[in-house]
T-cell receptor, first 114, second 115 residues
Framework: DTEVTQTPKHLVMGMTNKKSLKCEQHMGHRAMYWYKQKAKKPPELMFVYSYEKLSINESVPSRFSPECPNSSLLNLHLHALQPEDSALYLC?????????????FGSGTRLTVV | AQSVAQPEDQVNVAEGNPLTVKCTYSVSGNPYLFWYVQYPNRGLQFLLKYITGDNLVKGSYGFEAEFNKSQTSFHLKKPSALVSDSALYFCAVRSNSNSGYALNFGKGTSLLVTP
């Protein structure tokens, strides 16, 4: 299995809702990442997990809460989002401390906040 | 900080002609460089990477890239463009340990191949 699977593919949520994005990989990668991407812009790093521990938080608002329950799974919990949070959320994985073997991206979750 | 720059917002090329998408880098130490492609409403697809070794890197879908240390460039090339190559292309560099070895992306270059 050489894929990163993200669910759901599309999500519409209200500003008072609580939802979660899920990311799963079975390649044995021990680093996982969340990126946010606006239309026709580059992905922006949000969080990095290395060996299931949060190593980087790029000053992301607290309404985004990441979680890494095990080495294969990465969640992003969403609460009280704003319309400007609407974007494509990408998950990626790699071997930590190297990136030598590359980074594998999921197909993303298209989030719309109404 | 490790960074890449893509000087062109858009590149237009006729089908069958060679294409080049430009990327320059600024790093401390040895660069780990990548190219990704993104089709509309899709995730990022890996094309190729340079870690070490041969300066000419061959990747997926007939793409290749040339690592040039003296010009700090890593341009993406293809000998004969296809209409289906039309997409958004991102150059990226591995960040340093302070940023968890994540990827830092250039702003992207939109490639349009016309029939």
């Amino acid at each position: 299995d050489t894929e990163v699977t993200q669910t759901p593919k599309h999500l519409v949520m209200g500003m008072t809702n609580k939802k979660s994005l899920k990311c799963e990989q079975h390649m044995g990668h021990r680093a996982m990442y969340w990126y946010k991407q606006k239309a026709k812009k580059p992905p922006e790093l949000m969080f990095v997990y290395s060996y299931e521990k949060l190593s980087i938080n790029e000053s992301v608002p607290s309404r985004f809460s990441p979680e890494c329950p095990n080495s294969s799974l990465l969640n992003l919990h969403l609460h009280a989002l704003q319309p400007e949070d609407s974007a494509l959320y990408l998950c990626a994985s790699s071997q930590p401390r190297q990136g030598f073997y590359g980074y594998t991206f999921g197909s993303g979750t298209r989030l719309t906040v109404v | 900080a490790q960074s890449v720059a893509q000087p062109e917002d858009q590149v237009n090329v006729a089908e069958g002609n060679p294409l080049t998408v430009k990327c320059t880098y600024s790093v401390s130490g040895n660069p780990y460089l990548f190219w990704y492609v993104q089709y509309p409403n899709r995730g990022l697809q890996f094309l190729l990477k340079y870690i070490t070794g041969d300066n000419l890197v061959k990747g997926s879908y007939g793409f290749e890239a040339e690592f040039n240390k003296s010009q700090t460039s890593f341009h993406l090339k293809k000998p004969s463009a296809l209409v289906s190559d039309s997409a958004l292309y991102f150059c990226a560099v591995r960040s340093n340990s302070n940023s968890g070895y994540a990827l830092n992306f250039g702003k992207g270059t939109s490639l349009l191949v016309t029939p």
